[in-house]
T-cell receptor
Framework: AAGVIQSPRHLIKEKRETATLKCYPI?????VYWYQQGPGQDPQFLIS???????DKGSIPDRFSAQQFSDYHSELNMSSLELGDSALYFC??????????????FGPGTRLTVL | DAKTTQPNSMESNEEEPVHLPCNHS???????IHWYRQLPSQGPEYVIH???SNVNNRMASLAIAEDRKSSTLILHRATLRDAAVYYC??????????????FGEGTQLTVNP
């Protein structure tokens, strides 16, 4: 079965650089979520989109922005990178329908290292 | 959001049942109880969810107390592959699409061969 695809899987950047993470949801899933997981920490919600509109927002820094495109893929843009942004970034998707909040399907994550 | 409390860690032997507890004494009537797990170096994975009645699926069973203030995730025969962090999460029934999962401090399950 198709899964959530994230690219790149690994990314190394210098401080103050920018990074773009991409997420391709499972086909026919219309909702995308972004989570950040720092070393030794639990995943923390950043932001989500439903039908290309922002639907929920967590503690996402102002330096970060995200959007969902017409084909439902999503991109997380991160600027002025800081050492503390080094983390695993997970994308998840969920299907449309009445019980749309029953399950989120997570991708393998993008490991971002800021030097 | 209603809070959940889980033990930091639990240990089990391979092929034995595992009971992972979760307390959620402030649960509201519209909260579903969800369980996710995260294997090492992987994204979280949905395990099971329920509202009031006990639930079974191919991965696990969920036993919900009659007053809904606690629940137990049951792995019937633990395997080495079940070693993971298990998260108990409450989610409001029929929430707006795109609502977050709030991960608390889950339970690190160790399975001994």
């Amino acid at each position: 079965a198709a899964g959530v695809i994230q690219s790149p899987r690994h990314l190394i950047k210098e401080k103050r650089e920018t990074a773009t993470l991409k997420c391709y949801p499972i086909p026919r899933h219309d909702t995308v979520y972004w989570y950040q997981q720092g070393p030794g920490q639990d995943p923390q919600f950043l932001i989500s989109f439903y039908e290309k509109m922002q639907s929920d927002k967590g503690s996402i820094p102002d330096r970060f922005s995200a959007q969902q495109f017409s084909d439902y893929h999503s991109e997380l843009n991160m600027s002025s990178l800081e050492l503390g942004d080094s983390a695993l970034y997970f994308c998840a998707s969920s299907p449309a329908g009445y019980f749309r909040n029953n399950e989120q399907f997570f991708g393998p994550g993008t490991r971002l290292t800021v030097l | 959001d209603a809070k959940t409390t889980q033990p930091n860690s639990m240990e089990s032997n391979e092929e034995e049942p595992v009971h992972l507890p979760c307390n959620h004494s402030t649960i509201s009537g519209t909260d579903y109880i969800h369980w996710y797990r995260q294997l090492p170096s992987q994204g979280p994975e949905y395990v099971i969810h329920g509202l009031t009645s006990n639930v079974n699926n191919r991965m696990a069973s969920l036993a919900i107390a009659e007053d809904r203030k606690s629940s137990t995730l049951i792995l019937h025969r633990a395997t080495l592959r079940d070693a993971a962090v298990y998260y108990c999460i409450l989610r409001v029934l029929y929430e707006t699409s795109g609502s977050r999962l709030t991960f608390g401090e889950g339970t690190q399950l160790t399975v001994n061969p």
